[in-house]
């Protein structure tokens, strides 16, 4: 009887996984879309000379420019610009924007009570500006010393690698999420 | 016997890493057919001149090959006097690296059977090179409307700020070369995947209760 009783149960829970998906899906497209939306905002075709955008990567510049000047004293921080041994300048993606905006989507996204997404957002995106940071100090010394690699390294490896840090750290939130809503409430209901 | 799930894991990251450098290691590597490929495409699609009176071409010349094997030169000729112009746009970032990103993770997916892998594979590829393909009008469309030194295209204020968002978003931002590529084939596997325990896995990275409906 209670076999039955499970396996009657089972397409409803399906069904409600699936509606959750979607919900899901839909929510973070719509978060990712307005966030994406503020981030690349052409202000320039409306007039403006410099936008928010312009201190957000002055203060990378510096937090970067703090980091390296650890290892690297001759270090020094101008604007968006880092001058040293090699010069890198903070422009518009340096900042992992598109990675940080996938996952705070995730997460914001996530069928989850809101009361347990704020430290594991917190959490994740100090990781991600934290690995940010290692690829700019990373990318310093490929120039300095393996200018040749710049291209590939700054264009291809470290992007790949942010992507996948970022999917990691989504997962690892998830363990600190409290269960999907309604998973547990409706789900039963449903099933009642 | 069932594998673990945490085994089926590391199948796929081991597999991903080997075919993704396979295709992407070789700095040169399939660069000049790659964007002779493209040339030949872009202008069996491009219109030999816009109503502007700028004409449009890709041309590829032995020294873009030589130095540059996987840009694609755009050539834009406005009416005279003024003279053409040439942009160049990087086929490896902008196509090449998505699709690599995504055949190397359709093809390391480990799944009931190799046929899964192909069919997702076959319907991803179509469903990818399509959306590449219109992602990368708007870096054209973008310069041509303006952004460029030639303007062969009118777009109204609200189109170019559109266009703008999209290509800052979708294009420029290099973590979608990865992005775009791993979401299709996250749905894909969910759509189309047969091993459950794999894809449930993706469909639930998180433990769920189930409704007690059987109590």
């Known amino acids: ?192 | 016997m069932n594998r673990g799930l945490h085994e089926r894991w590391r199948e796929l990251v081991f597999g991903f890493v080997c075919v993704f450098a396979g295709l992407a290691l070789p700095s040169r590597g399939l660069g000049p057919l790659y964007v002779g490929l493209h040339a030949a495409l872009g202008n069996a699609l491009l219109p030999a001149s816009l109503d502007s009176g700028v004409a449009l071409a890709f041309q590829v010349t032995e020294a873009t090959v030589r130095d540059q094997p996987w840009s694609l030169p755009l050539v834009v000729t406005p009416p005279l006097p003024r003279a053409p112009v040439s942009a160049l746009l990087d086929m490896r970032t902008l196509a090449f690296l998505p699709t690599a990103c995504f055949v190397a993770l359709a093809a390391a997916t480990p799944l009931a059977s190799r046929w899964q892998n192909v069919r997702i594979l076959l319907v991803g590829l179509g469903i990818l090179e399509t959306l590449l393909l219109l992602l990368n009008t708007l870096p054209v469309l973008t310069f041509l409307g303006g952004a460029g030194p030639v303007a062969a295209i009118e777009l109204s204020v609200a189109t170019q700020t559109a266009l703008q968002v999209l290509y800052r978003a979708l294009v420029a931002s290099p973590g979608m070369a990865y992005a775009i590529p791993f979401f299709l084939w996250w749905v894909l596997v969910r759509k189309l995947g047969d091993d459950s325990e794999f894809r449930t896995n993706l469909r639930n990275p998180k433990p769920e209760p189930l409704p007690n409906a059987a109590k």
Request: charged share 15%.
């Open chain 1, 1 to 192: 009887m209670e076999n039955a009783e499970q396996r009657a149960g089972e397409p409803q829970a399906l069904r409600l996984t699936q509606r959750l998906g979607l919900r899901f899906a839909l929510t973070y497209g719509g978060i990712a879309s307005v966030l994406f939306g503020i981030y690349a905002f052409p202000f320039e075709l409306f007039g403006a000379e410099r936008d928010w955008l312009t201190g957000y990567l002055a203060a990378y510049a510096r937090l970067s420019g703090a980091v390296l000047g650890l290892a690297e004293p001759s270090v020094v921080v101008d604007g968006t610009y880092i001058y040293g041994r090699f010069a890198l300048q903070i422009v518009r993606n340096c900042d992992a924007a598109d990675v940080n905006i996938l996952f705070v989507s995730a997460v914001l996204a996530f069928p989850a009570p809101r009361r347990t997404k704020a430290l594991p957002l917190l959490l994740g995106l100090l990781a991600l500006v934290a690995a940010n940071v290692t690829r700019i100090c990373s990318l310093y010394y490929v120039g300095v010393y393996r200018p040749d690699w710049f291209r590939a390294v700054h264009e291809e490896v470290w992007p790949l690698l942010l992507v996948a840090l970022a999917l990691v750290v989504f997962l690892a939130c998830l363990k600190h999420l409290d269960s999907p809503e309604g998973l547990t409430s409706r789900g039963a209901g449903a099933a009642a």
